[in-house]
C-alpha cells in the first residue's frame, strides 16, 4: 500500500471512529427538526418545516446522489476511500412480499412499501444509524462509532425491536407488515464507492453479508443477533439461542432469538 493510500486509510479510520463531537451534535439536534426523507449521514431533513432553512445552509438533497445532502457529498466525494473499522449491521426484509404483491393492487403495494421504508429509517435514524439501502423489500442499516457512539452495537438491536414494534409485531391482530430480520457485528470496510457521477458511502465484508444472511434465515417476528453481537449489546440471558448454518458460510453461526 503507497504512503498516500496509507494516509487515506488513516483519515478514514480516525473520521469513523471518532470523528467531531461537533457533528455528534449536530445530528442530534437535526434529527429533532421534522421531516422524512433525510440526508444519511447528518440527518438533515429535505421535507417539513425545516426543509427551506437546510436548503439555506447548503443541505438539500445532493444532484448526485440525493440520499446525502449536498454538503455531505461533497465530503464523502472529495476524500475517496475507506478503512476497516469495527461496526454492526441491521438487514429486515418483508416476508412473503411477492404473495403479498399478489393479493394487491400495484399503486397499494407500493403504499404498504413505502410505509414500511418510513418507519424503517425512523426507527434507524432515531437510534443514530445510517440507512445503508433500500433493495425491493428490505432495508440494510450500518451503525459505526461516528454514528452512533461506542454503543452501537446497543443501538443496532434497539433499532431492530423499534421496528418490529412499529410495525405491529405486539399488536394482537398481528403486524400490518410482516417481517424477519438479522443482526452482525464484527470488522468491515466503510468507505466511500463509485465514480463521480456518484459516490455512496457503504460498507463492505464478511459481516455485512452474515447480517444479511441471519435476516433471511429470520422467521416473521424474529431477530436472529450473532452470539457476539448479543453479547456486546446486552441481550438479556434466558432467550432462545441456535446454532445455524447459512447459506453460503462454512461451519454454523450461533444466534440468540429476540422478539418485539
Known amino acids: 500500500m503507497g504512503e498516500r493510500a496509507q ?43 425545516g426543509a427551506p432553512l437546510m436548503r439555506l445552509i447548503g443541505k438539500r438533497p445532493s444532484e448526485r446522489n440525493p440520499t446525502m445532502c449536498g454538503s455531505c457529498f461533497a465530503f464523502v466525494a472529495s476524500h475517496h476511500g475507506g478503512a476497516e473499522i469495527d461496526c454492526a449491521f441491521l438487514f429486515a426484509d418483508v416476508r412473503g412480499s411477492t404473495a403479498l404483491a399478489e393479493t394487491m393492487e400495484p399503486v397499494r403495494f407500493r403504499g404498504l412499501m413505502d410505509r414500511f421504508y418510513a418507519a424503517a429509517s425512523k426507527a434507524i435514524f432515531d437510534n443514530d444509524g445510517s440507512v445503508d439501502k433500500f433493495v425491493g423489500d428490505e432495508v440494510m442499516a450500518m451503525f459505526f462509532p461516528l454514528l452512533s457512539g461506542d454503543g452501537f452495537v446497543e443501538r443496532t438491536v434497539s433499532a431492530a425491536i423499534a421496528l418490529l414494534r412499529v410495525t405491529g409485531h405486539r399488536d394482537p391482530d398481528g403486524p400490518w407488515v410482516p417481517l424477519g430480520a438479522g443482526v452482525h457485528a464484527g470488522r468491515a470496510w466503510v468507505g466511500a464507492v463509485g465514480d463521480e457521477s456518484h459516490v455512496e458511502l457503504t460498507a463492505l465484508g464478511d459481516t455485512v453479508n452474515t447480517a444479511a444472511r441471519l435476516a433471511s434465515a429470520a422467521a416473521t417476528g424474529e431477530i436472529l443477533v450473532s452470539s457476539g453481537a448479543a453479547a456486546a449489546a446486552g441481550v438479556p440471558d434466558g432467550l432462545e439461542r441456535r446454532s445455524l448454518e447459512l447459506k453460503g458460510k462454512h461451519g454454523t453461526t450461533d444466534v440468540v432469538v429476540v422478539h418485539a
Open 7 to 49: 494516509e487515506g486509510e488513516a483519515f478514514w479510520r480516525e473520521y469513523l471512529t471518532r470523528g467531531d463531537a461537533r457533528e455528534r451534535r449536530g445530528r442530534q439536534l437535526l434529527r429533532l427538526i421534522p421531516d422524512r426523507p433525510r440526508c444519511k449521514l447528518c440527518l438533515a431533513p429535505f421535507g417539513g418545516i
